[in-house]
């Protein structure tokens, strides 16, 4: 059984938007924190946004004001609003869950059991 599926990955230009979406099996999505990675080539994971389930949310700083994560309640489903985007955003972006605050996740993502398969974001200069 797969807990997370991910959408929305592909290319965007500068300054552009991409939404990410994660699809999350009720018994995880009603019960955990919810938090979007992204890793670079060769890098460990880095936590982006984490958002728990009663509606708690944490940004990276390198995101703030550029990026909203989101839950919707009736899909199951995490996204990631991606706004203002940099080339240096291009990456494989994952969906994790985890029994965590949303800060300490963002922290400790070693710490997630649950991942998602992964979407690449590629933005162009």
């Known amino acids: 059984q797969v807990d997370l599926v991910e959408s929305g990955g592909g290319s965007a230009q500068a300054g552009g938007s991409l939404t990410l979406a994660c699809r999350v099996s009720p018994h995880v999505y009603s019960s955990e924190c919810l938090a979007w990675f992204r890793q670079f080539p060769g890098q460990e994971r880095e936590g982006v946004a984490a958002?728990?389930?009663?509606?708690?949310?944490r940004y990276a700083d390198f995101v703030k004001g550029r990026f909203t994560i989101s839950r919707d309640d009736a899909k199951s489903t995490v996204y990631l609003q991606m706004n203002s985007l940099k080339p240096e955003d291009s990456a494989m972006y994952y969906c994790?869950?985890?029994?965590?605050?949303?800060?300490?996740?963002?922290?400790?993502?070693?710490?997630?059991?649950?991942w998602g398969q992964g979407t690449r974001v590629t933005v162009s200069s």
């Open positions: 958002i728990d389930t009663d509606g708690s949310i």
């Open positions: 994790a869950a985890a029994n965590l605050a949303p800060g300490l996740f963002l922290l400790a993502g070693d710490r997630a059991h649950n």
